[in-house]
């Protein structure tokens, strides 16, 4: 599990990842041959290009790094607000194409609510086509769950799980229901609610926008008939929640958290990192990539956040930002790394160490501005 750290993780292994963190974000692609070009290395971009094959032929796990900012984030924000922390985790799957290699990768994304800050934090290469199955489910959210659980333990975080109609079964709800505070899960036309009608049945009968709300001693259910759209594949909107209390527009609400997973996957291939560019095949190197993707993501999303605090990011007529955070930190971070010029290995460390704890500096102490003012204090 990603609980237990590998032994193979070494300060050499550290160095090449501080490097490919460092090239991917100044390159924009995943492809190792072009990366290295972009990376100040005391030597020949041969030997740097053979220090990244040889660092991916050892299959590492290396899903600790993803993780570790994760908590880096969580304590960050545990030190700032002083109150329990609510984290939405969407579970989807994604076809990714890796050279000439079709990839089917599970992948979970993290979404926190008062920052609005979201990232992508795991991913699990099924190595085979169609659905996933609630072993590979379990398996993702396990290594999770170990992660989270003394957070949950001590009431400081409250976790809810989203999934689209291919996370349904009995045993995976129930798994979900044993692990985390709570779930919303979108369900398929042909579930039969205990009332005998199916989603379908339903349905069928409502006007557009039209709502449908079922409730028994186990779950709440809510329909609604979306309006027909360009690029929308399906108006049936159907929706289950384990928490009753929860309130049918609140239910509608936190479904569309889900789509920050949606965002993620495009910014990774088209519009951060192309991710198409890399000839990685086998699951585990494809794995380890992502997971260093993550990282690149991960700090991009954080300097964006510290830039909209300094100059807000306009918000369109259609109601979306201009730009997101990711986008502007990324553009923001690639300008910055090409203003160093480095010479060692020890000063690829210090360099990165020095700036992206800077940004940690910066979060922390901007959140405490922002929030002492909106509490009064300031």
């Keep these: 599990m990603i609980c237990n750290s590998d032994d193979r993780f070494?300060?050499?292994?550290?160095?090449?990842?501080?490097?490919?963190i460092e090239g991917i974000l100044k390159a924009r692609t995943t492809n190792l041959a072009e990366i290295v070009h972009h990376i100040d290395y005391d030597g020949l971009s041969s030997s740097l290009y053979k220090q990244f094959q040889r660092f991916f032929r050892k299959e590492m796990e290396i899903g600790g790094l993803s993780f570790y900012l994760v908590e880096d984030f969580i304590n960050t924000l545990l030190s700032v607000f002083h109150k329990r922390l609510h984290l939405y985790l969407s579970i989807d799957r994604h076809n990714w194409k890796f050279g000439s290699k079709d990839n089917n990768l599970l992948a979970v994304h993290l979404f926190e609510p008062t920052t609005g800050i979201d990232f992508p934090v795991h991913v699990l290469?099924?190595?085979?086509?169609?659905?996933?199955?609630?072993?590979?489910?379990?398996?993702?959210?396990?290594?999770?769950?170990?992660?989270?659980?003394?957070?949950?333990?001590?009431?400081?975080?409250?976790?809810?799980?989203?999934?689209d109609r291919e996370f349904i079964g009995n045993d995976w709800q129930e798994y979900l229901q044993l692990n985390f505070n709570s779930s919303v899960l979108r369900l398929k036309r042909s579930f039969t609610m205990d009332n005998g009608l199916t989603v379908a049945e339903v349905y069928n009968n409502l006007s557009i926008n039209e709502i449908y709300e079922y409730t028994n001693d186990t779950y709440k259910i809510v329909i609604k008939r979306l309006p027909p759209i360009k690029g929308r594949r399906d108006s049936c909107l159907a929706l289950i929640s384990y928490d009753k209390s929860l309130s049918v527009r609140r239910i509608l609400s936190i479904y569309k958290i889900r789509w920050g997973i949606e965002r993620a996957f495009f910014n990774l291939e088209s519009n951060g990192f192309n991710t198409r560019d890399t000839h990685l095949d086998k699951p585990k190197r494809i794995e380890m990539m992502v997971f260093i993707l993550f990282a690149c993501y991960y700090f991009s999303v954080i300097t964006g956040y510290l830039n909209s605090l300094e100059r807000r990011i306009p918000v369109k007529n259609h109601g979306y930002k201009a730009m997101s955070l990711f986008l502007s930190g990324r553009r923001f971070l690639c300008g910055l790394l090409n203003k160093y010029i480095i010479s060692s290995q020890s000063t690829v460390i210090e360099r990165l160490n020095y700036i992206f704890g800077s940004m940690y500096l910066l979060f922390k102490k901007n959140l405490i501005q922002n929030h002492a003012v909106k509490i009064g204090v300031l």
């Design 125 to 163: 290469d099924l190595n085979h086509a169609g659905n996933s199955s609630t072993f590979s489910r379990i398996k993702i959210l396990n290594d999770i769950s170990c992660f989270l659980e003394p957070y949950i333990n001590a009431n400081q975080i409250r976790v809810t799980v989203l999934g």
């Design 10 to 20: 070494t300060h050499y292994n550290s160095v090449t990842i501080s490097y490919l």
